[in-house]
């Protein structure tokens, strides 16, 4: 299975993942970087207001190509 990175970004911070995760497909690894964005909101790790977010979980594969960014809100976050 291929492995995901999911990253997050946060203004000039940005916090790499160095393990990844392996999932099924890319389908997967954008459910997987909702839920992450998720998590980080509820845990109060989002940029107010929420309309205007810049934390951002973004997915990488192995070969270190980005494949979506998912904005973490203080609400349930939406796939792009």
Do not use: I
């Not at 979506?68 to 809100?73: F, I, K, L």
Request: hydrophobic letters at 40%.
């Amino acid at each position: 299975m291929p492995r995901y990175f999911f990253c997050v970004r946060n203004g000039d911070d940005f916090f790499e993942d160095f393990e990844g995760d392996e999932l099924a497909d890319e389908a997967a690894a954008k459910v997987e970087a909702a839920a992450v964005a998720a998590d980080l909101a509820r845990h109060g790790f989002f940029a107010r207001p929420p309309s205007r977010a810049r934390a951002l979980v973004e997915v990488f594969d192995e070969g270190s190509r980005m494949l979506c960014s998912q904005p973490v809100y203080d609400e349930t976050p939406t796939l792009n």
